[in-house]
């Protein structure tokens, strides 16, 4: 299994920083990582996400997960397990703000084939924490 993960403390509200993360057409307002997401950031729903680590790429993803101001999740995958990447976002109150947590994992039979052809998302998601706070913090 591949993962990328990524956690920072935002002196925000959980609901400022829920809103930001659910908040599609707004993304590349304050996320360089993304040039669009198109879509409705909510339960059940499909999102399309452009990264600007894979220009001329489109990654769909499923909102599998939508419990509001706390946990989402986004899945991609093919038939019968073969592969799946799953985007976590987790919303935990601290006394000092809200802990933002950011995971994705690979899993599946192919993948540790197709997980070689990933990038090192490390600096993306680091960069993507760095970017919510900055928003979170100055709303």
Request: net charge positive; glycine share 6%.
């Amino acid at each position: 299994m591949k993962t990328f993960a990524v956690t920072t403390t935002i002196r925000a509200t959980p609901q400022v920083i829920w809103d930001i993360i659910t908040d599609a057409p707004a993304y590349p307002a304050w996320n360089t990582t993304v040039s669009s997401v198109d879509g409705r950031i909510a339960s059940g729903e499909t999102v399309t996400v452009h990264a600007k680590i894979a220009p001329g790429r489109a990654f769909p993803v499923k909102v599998v997960v939508f419990e509001p101001p706390r946990r989402m999740a986004w899945r991609s995958s093919m038939p019968f397990g073969l592969f799946r990447g799953e985007r976590v976002f987790e919303l935990r109150e601290r006394g000092d703000g809200v802990e933002f947590v950011m995971r994705e994992d690979y899993t599946g039979a192919m993948a540790p084939l197709i997980t070689k052809s990933i990038p090192d998302l490390q600096p993306a998601f680091a960069e993507f924490a760095a970017c919510l706070k900055a928003r979170a913090e100055a709303t």
